[in-house]
């Protein structure tokens, strides 16, 4: 599967816009952690237990992991827009929020909301935990919604994110205005290779084993092309998969080892397959009818409908990906029933990088079909009956 064909190119090129009041990133300090949070409502998940099968309920008392970010501001003031839910962007695998900045600073992506673009655990300059699972995850965005006083949102996320994303709908579709998955399905991704010498290029479970592998880097690798060729000599062959690869160095002040790794690589090796599959709970309704055998008709809609996000959906592919097969549309919108699907052609996993124009396009008509739809709801609500 095509992992990383990213636009390298712009990525090296795109920058900070100037105005300090547009673009504000933000830092955990110390690996902090946070139990609680400081508004009710989403803060109320962690007393209660909402789980979609028990996997979640056992871990919303636990711990959430403070979570770096960068906000960029609604460019619009008027009231309507201050209104909008915003947007919370989540990133893919070994990727954060400053992969995509070449997106997020356009002018033109969702003029109308707040975007806050999350560093995942164990990505970005977010804490590590051993805990690498859709349902911590989950309780780190909420948590992060609770502290920011965020009731719902659009959430939007790319891969990884997007199957956070859809995790995070199905669970909690009270907190969710709006859902974007950019290729990802709700599947179990099992192409897994036997053993990294005999790995394809692309796959991100071939990446992540080689980052692992030279974690902590050895000594003797001491600029950005020898780390290189040496990932190229644990079969990463592609380069622009390299390149996408050593966007995760960091140096480190000291001479005698320059470069570290800013991804938790040993920690996200050994839960690789976690990764690469769904929560349990999501593939429940996945399965067979037989989950259901033996329920009357009501209990039968009644648990079915635990696994379902009735709010607007929109999956966003690109026509040489196979994240987002047409074989995956049936479970898609089993799960989704009021999503839709959209293909940019002559795109493949990066889509958002590869085709900008056409991923904004297709990204803000949905936001405005959505908008639109609300306004007209609370127009009939308040049309006097007759």
């Not at 636990?62 to 979570?67: D, N, S, T």
């Not at 948590?143 to 891969?159: L, N, W």
């Not at 769904?278 to 033996?294: H, L, N, R």
């Not at 929109?314 to 040489?320: A, K, P, Q, V, Y």
Request: glycine fraction near 6%; charge should be positive.
């Amino acid at each position: 599967m095509v992992f990383v064909r990213i636009a390298l190119g712009s990525l090296r090129k795109s920058r900070f816009v100037s105005e300090r009041r547009t673009w504000k990133a933000h830092q955990a300090r110390g690996g902090a952690l946070v139990s609680g949070c400081v508004r009710a409502t989403p803060a109320a998940l962690f007393n209660q237990t909402r789980g979609a099968s028990g996997g979640l309920d056992r871990t919303l008392g636990a711990k959430a992991v403070r979570l770096d970010y960068v906000h960029i501001p609604s460019k619009d003031i008027s009231e309507a827009a201050r209104k909008s839910p915003p947007i919370i962007f989540l990133h893919g695998l070994l990727a954060s929020w400053r992969t995509y900045r070449t997106l997020l600073q356009r002018r033109e992506l969702a003029p109308d909301r707040d975007v806050y673009a999350l560093d995942l655990r164990n990505h970005g300059t977010s804490p590590h935990d051993e805990d690498t699972s859709y349902d911590a995850m989950i309780r780190d965005v909420l948590a992060f919604m609770a502290a920011h006083a965020i009731d719902r949102a659009c959430v939007m996320g790319h891969s990884m994110g997007g199957k956070l994303a859809m995790a995070l709908a199905l669970a909690h579709p009270h907190f969710v205005s709006e859902l974007v998955v950019v290729d990802a399905a709700p599947v179990v991704y099992n192409e897994r290779p036997k053993g990294l010498e005999h790995a394809q290029e692309d796959t991100p479970q071939a990446v992540v084993e080689a980052l692992a592998r030279l974690d902590p880097l050895p000594p003797h690798l001491r600029t950005r092309k020898d780390i290189d060729e040496a990932l190229r000599h644990l079969g990463i062959r592609s380069h622009d998969v390299r390149q996408f690869a050593l966007t995760n160095l960091v140096r480190t002040g000291d001479p005698s080892r320059p470069f570290s790794w800013r991804v938790n690589a040993p920690v996200l090796a050994k839960n690789i397959n976690q990764i690469m599959e769904i929560p349990e709970w999501m593939q429940q309704p996945v399965a067979a009818d037989s989950v259901f055998a033996g329920l009357t008709t009501n209990d039968r809609e009644r648990e079915a409908s635990r696994f379902v996000y009735r709010g607007p959906g929109l999956f966003i592919r690109g026509s040489r990906s196979n994240y987002v097969r047409d074989s995956h549309w049936p479970i898609i919108q089993r799960l989704f029933p009021n999503a839709s699907l959209v293909t940019i052609e002559d795109a493949g996993h990066w889509l958002q990088s590869e085709k900008p124009t056409e991923f904004i396009q297709v990204v803000n008509a949905f936001l405005d079909r959505c908008a639109s739809a609300v306004s007209s709801s609370k127009v009939a609500e308040r049309r006097p009956v007759s």
